[in-house]
């Protein structure tokens, strides 16, 4: 489908949910093929919802860099990982980008594009029917709104509870603190996330790479309170509190997960783009919006099968992030995690690099699974070789 195509139907393109992944694409879609009619549906009052998504310099190439950069909204040179027998200082560029800006700039640049309080009832490939009974046609349809239930794919999950906090003086970080894991460990592997925004301000963000489905609220909330006392800040004000669970993939069948969607197009985690180990969909996302971009054809049929495509081959490229994912979930005891992360963060700061981007060689595959293992040997040989029950989006984080 062409820019010069007649116009037919209610738009060329509906993107289904105004998150991260279709938001990037409507809006690299505006930059690279304006006269293509993109319709972006989003349920709630604006873009991006309440999030602060980050990546690391490594996980972009320089063109998306790029294209991405009117987005970050704040930037470090590097970064820290703690651990109860380890602290490292990265020398390594991490960006993130706050959803206000997210909201702000494509709203500015999308206008008319975008359709906010906007519930979508039904999704098929190339139509939607509203939650008020109206239906809007399309060359195409992408449904973008997150992770959704599916008995195909077996996954963990990375939950969250963080608060942006202004305190009484500064903090004093040198730059973000990716993992703090000195912490109490209960429910999972636990750590503490956080980054500066400013002299005063900083997120700080109670993390669980965790079996169960359900986090309890005020106990996160309770340990930030605590975390923050330790470091000795006084909080004059909490100015946002955020929430989320990120999939943490441990198997699946990605040839039925896509049988089962019925020919509707995909985005973001909705099709499995993101980091299997991390969950950091970014980089995922940014991709997609490049491959969408510059396809020739993107009505239904074609979007499918490049979409699709495209996620399984990235699937099957990701064996290895599962297979460490079973190990860190089934082979070590809840609370003895944090030692596989410890041992991680002892390898080369290149390797590392590597990983986060999703990219690790064959050698460094090779020396993340030699050595000792920092987990029993027949539990993680077990953890491999196993078949994980199917498990679904915890409800109380989507």
């Known amino acids: 489908m062409s820019n010069s195509s007649p116009a037919s139907g209610d738009a060329d ?82 960006a993130s980008i706050t959803s206000q800006r997210f909201d702000a700039m494509l709203r500015t640049d999308l206008g008319s594009r975008i359709r906010l309080k906007t519930p979508v009832a039904q999704v098929r490939p190339r139509a939607v029917v509203l939650a008020d009974g109206q239906t809007l046609t399309a060359a195409a349809v992408i449904d973008g709104r997150g992770v959704q239930n599916s008995p195909h794919l077996a996954l963990g999950y990375q939950k969250f509870l963080g608060q942006e906090l202004r305190l009484a003086a500064p903090h004093d970080l040198r730059g973000p603190v990716l993992m703090d894991a000195s912490v109490v460990q209960h429910d999972g592997y636990r750590f503490v996330y956080v980054l500066p925004l400013s002299a005063d301000t900083v997120l700080v963000e109670d993390t669980f790479y965790a079996d169960g489905s359900t986090v309890d609220p005020n106990r996160l909330r309770s340990n930030i309170a605590a975390y923050v006392q330790a470091r000795g800040w006084t909080v004059a004000a909490l100015l946002r509190e955020e929430r989320g669970a990120l999939p943490i993939t441990l ?130 040989a077990r953890a491999a070789l196993s078949k994980p029950a199917h498990s679904l989006v915890p409800e109380s984080f989507q």
């Open 13 to 94: 393109l509906i993107l289904v949910g105004g998150g991260l992944a279709n938001g990037l694409l409507a809006w690299r879609l505006r930059m690279q093929r304006p006269g293509l009619r993109v319709l972006l549906l989003e349920a709630g009052n604006s873009l991006g919802g309440n999030h602060t998504w980050s990546f690391h310099d490594g996980d972009l190439n320089p063109a998306e860099q790029a294209w991405m950069a009117p987005l970050v909204t704040h930037r470090w040179t590097h970064h820290e990982v703690v651990f109860p027998q380890r602290q490292r200082l990265m020398e390594a560029g991490y």
């Open 251 to 380: 198997d699946g069948d990605i040839d039925a997960f896509w049988t089962d969607v019925n020919g509707v197009a995909r985005s973001g985690l909705a099709a499995g783009l993101f980091h299997p180990t991390t969950g950091y969909s970014l980089p995922d996302a940014v991709r997609l919006a490049d491959r969408v971009a510059a396809l020739p054809d993107v009505s239904a049929v074609p979007l499918f099968n490049a979409i699709s495509a495209h996620a399984r081959r990235q699937w099957r490229a990701q064996g290895f992030f599962r297979l460490l994912n079973r190990m860190l979930f089934q082979a070590a005891a809840p609370d003895q995690r944090w030692r596989v992360m410890q041992r991680f963060y002892g390898l080369p700061a290149p390797l590392i690099h590597r990983f986060y981007a999703g990219r690790p060689s064959l050698l460094d595959k090779v020396r993340i699974l030699s050595g000792k293992p920092p987990v029993p040997l027949a539990a993680a």
